[in-house]
Every structure is written in C-alpha cells, then in structure tokens.
C-alpha cells in the first residue's frame, strides 16, 4: 500500500488551557475523498490549521508524503492547497491580481495565462478586473477555491467550501472537485451538508469536542447502518457523544 | 529558500502602498509642506537663527527624518494589522516562506515607502531653502537604520494590537510627542530643565540632528555611538 499523503500522529492542540484537539491521529490516502465532519467548535479549522501553517500543534507530529509540517515546512505547503472556511479578500487587488501574486507566494513563476484559466473554471472571468470587494459572497468564495489551485496541490483541504454558494455553483463546485480527484489530487473537506459528504466521500471522519469518534470508508458505514442516511447515523453518534460527555 | 516567494510578497507590499499613493505619498507631502510654511518661512522670518544656522534650514532634517519614521512605522504596521483583520494573512501563512524572509519583505517594502517619500520632502524643502547634504555617508546610514527599525517597530505593534485605535498609540502618542521636544523645531538648548535632560534621550531628535548635522563630524560620531549603545543595550536587555 501506498504511504498516506497525510499521517497525523498524536495532535494535541491546546489554546490556554483549552483543548481543541486531543490526541488525534489520522491518515489520508491519495486521490480519496476524505470528509471530516463534526458540530461546531468540533476542531475541523484547528486540525486543517494546524496541517497548512496556520496553527501549530502543541504535541505531535504532521507530515504530508512524508514530509514534517514543521521541519519541512517549505516542502509540504507546497504540495498543500487550502481553502479557507472564513471569506478573506484583499481589498487592494482584482481577482486576477491576486491569483497572480498567489502563485508567486506559492512558490511558482506568476503566469498570466494559468490565472485567466482559473478564473474561466471558476466562472469569475467577467470579473477578473473588478475590485474584489465588489464580488458577491459566493464569488468571493470561488475566487477562494481558485487562489488555493495556483500551486496545483497534491493535497487540498476545503473547509465549508458550500457555505453561501447557491445550488447550481455548489453542484458546480463538487465536479470541479471530482475532477481535481480524478486528475491524483487529495481532498479533505469539511461541510455541514451531511448529505454533500454521503454523495462525494470515500471515507468520514467525525469529530466532537476535539476527538475523532470514528473514520470508516462511507459504503461500510452505510452498510453497518442498513442504508440509513448518512445524516441519520452522524446525529445519532454526536448525541451519543454528547450523552457520554454530559454524563 | 525561494527568491519568488519573497520577491512577491516584496513587490505586493510595494504596490499596496503605490496604489494608494495620496494617502502613503501625497499626504505626508502636504502635511510637511504645511510645515515649512508655516514654522519655516512665516515663523522662520522672525526666529533669524539657531545654534547659528537659519531657522528654515534648521527644521530641514528633523521634518525628513521624522516624514521617514512615521511612514516606515505605518507602512508595516497598517498592511500587517490590516491583512490580519480581513483574514488575508493567511494567504501568507500557508505560503513557504519562512519568519525571516517574510520581515525581509515586509520592512524592505516599508524602507522604499519611507525612502521615497523622505526624498520628495527634502525635495520639497529645496524649493523653499537651500540645504545641501554634507554627510552623505552618515545620512544612508541614518535613514536605514531608523527605517528599518520603525519598520520593524509597525510589525510588533500589528501582532499586538486589537483594533484599528491600538495602532494610532505609536503615532500620536510617541511619535508627535517626540518630535516637538526632541528639537525638530527648534534647539532643545533652548528647553528649559527637566524638559531639555529628558529630550536628549529621545533617539528620534537626535536621528535628526544627525541628518542635519553640518558642522562638527565629532560631535555627530560622540551622539551616534551614544544612540548605538542606547538601541544595542536596550536590545539585550
Ligand atoms: N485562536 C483561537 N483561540 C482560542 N480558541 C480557539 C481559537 N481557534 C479556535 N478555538 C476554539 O477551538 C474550538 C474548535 O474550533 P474550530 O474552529 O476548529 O471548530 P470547527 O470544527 O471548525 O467549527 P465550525 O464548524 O463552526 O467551523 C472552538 O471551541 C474554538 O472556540
Ligand atoms: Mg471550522
């Protein structure tokens, strides 16, 4: 078997004396779908934080193909892609100007011709000069996804990619995922839309209160549950968890 | 380590400030255009002379210096707090690019800012007065070392500050304060005590006096070293 592209080992994080993520230890294959779902607050943005650089983890180690998040940092950050649960934009620069200066802080030569593909797939070319501020919400968002394609990653975490996106651009949008797979790209996705993850994932995570609860291929855990909608058994374990944590 | 990944974020901190040039070049332009006017040329006429050089000519240096400072403390601290604000740092969060490179980028870009637009206002002054640089050397040097340091300076202040009010403290607080007691505007000689003892610890007015400085080389050499120790100690310390 292949080496997994993502192998967490033993992740605390803590932010003061509270823990957002105990002794977690994972793994991703590559070219899976990897669903990691969890109520809010669960620790689905810290875990992907902490893997891309924007967090560090207080105990344990992260690697990507190998590589130490940490002691490699300028290796697995390329071969990362994320994006991000919260909209950012900066106000300074048009879409195409930021795609442009992202491939750059990625690390490869800025070309003009790569960044208007993007904007083309991401149906942004319309507005590849505007001022970013004026993009609507669900614009914004896939001038998101588009800046996190620049350095074609190996490994890319979407974190609430759906949120505010309308319904034909979300369909839209898991193609251009189920594309991305099928070109060897790894995909870890967070979302609340359970049944998103029962249509794209290969494998779920669930996470509560900064532990995982369970990681099992979808089919097996459909299996296991009669055919039950993945939302059905996903409630059904979280106010279990709640019911132990309670307790 | 890769040279795109700093020359970009180099370049894009550069055009930040380019592409609000009336408020990062122009404005400062103004404001230290007011000044000459006002203290240079209208209060100037009847000040005649201080520690013998003419009143206008006097307020030349520290007006540069204290342009400099203020826009490299600015520069680096409006970008960094702004783009932790909007959430846009984690484009350079999840970069490759390490602690060291990305100071590099930032302060370098905060140096250019302050450089240029110190340039513009001694420009400025020579149309008001003539005043020729004497100590060349000494004037690079100066302008490096207190850009690069206020550069850094604005970083501190963006990791820690909160809200947009927390990054005006330096500006109005420290800064102004010091530049009207730390002898932009006239000799601190003429301070009374305890006013005149205290302003001689102030690092900004003797920058200034360094840039200004036309006559005596020891004198300039004795308060460079003073103010090398004072930043060297305080660094260790
Ligand atoms: N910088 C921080 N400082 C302190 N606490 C934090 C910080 N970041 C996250 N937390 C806490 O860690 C916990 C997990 O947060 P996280 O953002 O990972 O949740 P999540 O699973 O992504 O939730 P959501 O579905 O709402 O996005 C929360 O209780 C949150 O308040
Ligand atoms: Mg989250």
Redesign the pocket.
């Known amino acids: 078997m292949k080496p997994p592209v993502l192998r967490c080992r033993h992740v605390t994080k803590r932010?003061?004396k509270?823990t957002?993520l105990e002794d977690l230890s994972l793994e991703v294959y590559e070219g899976e779908i990897f669903a990691l779902l969890?109520?809010?607050?669960?620790?689905?943005?810290?875990?992907i934080h902490c893997i891309t650089g924007l967090a560090k983890q207080t105990k344990g180690s992260i690697e990507v193909l190998g590589f130490d998040t940490r002691r490699d940092f300028r290796t697995t950050r390329r071969l990362v892609g994320l994006v991000p649960?919260e909209i950012n934009y900066d106000p300074f620069f048009t879409p195409l100007e930021s795609l442009m200066i992202q491939m750059g802080l990625m690390g490869v030569e800025p070309s003009r011709e790569r960044a208007e593909g993007l904007l083309k797939t991401f149906a942004l070319d319309e507005k590849r000069d505007a001022y970013t501020r004026t993009l609507s919400g669900g614009m914004k968002r896939r001038l998101l996804v588009a800046k996190s394609l620049v350095h074609d990653p190996r490994l890319l975490f979407l974190?609430?990619p759906t949120a505010g996106v309308d319904v034909e651009l979300r369909q839209e949008l898991w193609q251009e995922v189920e594309q991305l797979r099928a070109a060897g790209t790894t995909i870890v996705l967070?979302t609340?839309y359970i049944e998103e993850a029962e249509q794209l994932a290969d494998r779920v995570g669930i996470?509560h209160k900064g532990e995982l609860l369970l990681v099992e291929s979808r089919e097996s855990l459909l299996e296991r549950h009669g055919g039950r909608a993945l939302e059905d058994i996903y409630l059904e374990l979280i106010r279990k968890a709640d019911g132990r944590h309670v307790a | 380590m890769s040279t795109i990944v700093l020359k970009t974020l180099f370049i894009k901190e550069i055009r930040r400030f380019s592409k609000v040039w009336l408020q990062t070049v122009l404005s400062p332009l103004v404001t230290t255009s007011l000044y000459f006017l006002v203290f240079g040329v209208a209060l100037g006429s009847r000040l005649r002379e201080i520690s013998g050089v003419p009143y206008i000519q006097f307020v030349v240096p520290g007006l540069v210096m204290m342009t400099m400072i203020r826009d490299s403390f600015l520069n680096t601290s409006s970008s960094l707090f702004q783009s932790k604000i909007n959430g846009t740092i984690t484009d350079i969060l999840v970069a490759p690019i390490g602690a060291f490179e990305m100071l590099l980028a930032y302060v370098g870009a905060a140096m250019i800012r302050a450089i240029i637009v110190g340039t513009l206002v001694y420009l400025v002054a020579l149309t008001f007065t003539w005043f020729p640089l004497h100590h060349i050397g000494w004037t690079v040097f100066f302008t490096i070392f207190v850009t690069a340091t206020l550069a850094m300076l604005g970083i501190v202040a963006a990791l820690w500050a909160e809200r947009f009010d927390h990054l005006a403290i330096f500006p109005n607080f420290v800064l102004l304060p010091l530049a009207f007691l730390g002898g932009v505007f006239y000799s601190i000689d003429l301070l009374p005590e305890p006013w005149n003892t205290i302003s001689r610890f102030n690092p900004g007015g003797r920058a200034g006096f360094v840039l200004g400085a036309s006559r005596s080389h020891q004198r300039v050499a004795a308060q460079w070293l003073q103010l090398a120790k004072l930043v060297i100690m305080g660094g260790q310390a």
């Open positions: 932010y003061g509270f957002a969890g109520p809010n607050g669960a620790g689905k943005s810290t875990l649960q974190d609430e967070t609340h996470l």
